[in-house]
């Protein structure tokens, strides 16, 4: 899940009550940008805790912001002023002003963000902007509170083909691959989906309700369960076996999603099912491990809440440093994820299965893997020496490692794809 901080907090409720994409900027101070930052910027404010992922396109003396995690694209900013190397530029959301203050260093700009009085560093590098998704490969279908939007990559060759459907992470984890909450792109998922199309096997990938194209179909976080989003998987997979362009329909699943993709496999069907780095054990067994390295009388109080919700009871009381975790607004989706157990949803699939690790992941161990293969009769066990979580080859070290998540350029493991695909195909 994803951690968020009071001063996250803040700034996101600012921004999700503008509610804006872009639009015109008639009041826009027009100072002449230089031509040595006009162009495409990315980068992060730094909140403690949660990093804010955003962007910047300066052009011809005017500005547009982007920040993906809070649905805002293309807002324009008011003022532009470049003075070289000082550059400031600010934008007002529903009356709350974002002030930029910061130097051009080569290709870098580094400065602080004002907010209600509150400064923020932040860092922008030069970058590429994202080209949008040909509207060929863009499909629709009707779920809970809408339409949701996929991407689909159809092999070259003549059809029928073999369809898979892609279903990414936990928290705000996009059809790429890519955490809203991160600075940078692995774009791990794109990858696979773009190497299996070129192996003739279809994919279908979405950003989850809430996320990217499908950000419209957020809910409340109090409203949000685990089940709407296995019912959207099951939505899809419908999808797919009513589209007479298919054969054999899948599901690869990764991390929250391989159990989110099991969960649907078994509520709808389906020909076969993949894990990559999926958890082999309930949600509060995740999370007393991953918590364990916290002072002996925090880690106390969240094992005593996860007591509690999994007694299907709430905790009001709920300790500053623990409430990026266990907010009261998060603990009913924290209940319904923990209701599942991979283990027992694995020994009724009724689909061939291949369960992935990577020795190298640094958030799911690969003997996760191992308890899933285990527990399915008849399945495959694929453990990929050197694979990281982001499915990336890296060598045992976590600098590294981490730096993997935010590389583009890095390819995926060595065999990964092979092994699917040949898996799918037979």
Known sequence: MTKWTAAFLALAGILLAAGCSGG?????EKNGTNAEIEGFW?????????????????????????????????????????????????????????????KLNAEKITGTMTQRN????????????EQAADPEKI???????????????????????????????????DKDGNS??????????????????????????????????????????????????????????????????????????????????????????????????????????????QLSTLPADQFEEAQAILDQLAQGKTVDEVSPELQQIFRPSVQPYLQSWMAYDPIAQAETLNAEALFVGGTHDLQVPADDARLLHEAKAGSELLIVDGMNHVLKS?????????????????PLADGLVDAIAEFLKN
């Open 42 to 102: 990315q980068g992060a404010i730094e909140v403690p805790g949660q990093p804010i992922p955003f962007s910047i396109e300066f052009t011809e003396g005017e500005g547009s912001l982007s920040i993906p995690l809070q649905g805002v694209e293309n807002y324009p900013l008011s003022t532009v002023k470049f003075d070289d190397p000082e550059v400031a530029f600010d934008a007002n959301l529903q009356g709350e002003r974002l002030v930029f203050e910061g």
């Open 139 to 173: 499909v629709e279908m009707a779920v809970e509170g809408g339409m949701m939007q996929a991407l689909e990559e159809i092999p070259d060759q003549d059809g029928p083909h073999p369809v898979a459907i892609l279903i990414a992470g936990s928290g705000p984890t």
């Open 118 to 129: 509150q400064k923020f560093p932040f860092e922008l590098e030069r970058g590429e902007k």
């Open 180 to 289: 809203l909450t991160l600075a940078g792109k692995n774009n791990s998922l794109k990858m696979l989906a773009e190497e299996l199309k070129a192996k003739g096997i279809a994919v279908i990938r979405y950003d989850k309700r809430g996320v990217g194209d499908n950000a419209a179909l957020a809910k409340a976080e109090s409203e949000l369960r685990f089940d709407d989003y296995a019912e959207d998987a099951a939505a899809w997979i419908r999808f797919a076996k009513e589209d007479k362009r298919f054969t054999d329909v899948s599901v690869i699943g990764h991390s929250e999603g391989a159990l989110v993709g099991l969960v649907a496999a078994n509520q709808q069907g389906l020909d076969s099912y993949i894990s990559l780095a999926g958890v082999g054990r309930t949600a509060d067994d995740l999370l007393r491990e």
């Open 394 to 410: 890296v060598p045992d070290d976590e600098e590294t490692n981490l730096a993997a998540y935010a590389d583009p350029e890095l």
């Open 24 to 28: 015109n900027n008639e009041d826009a």
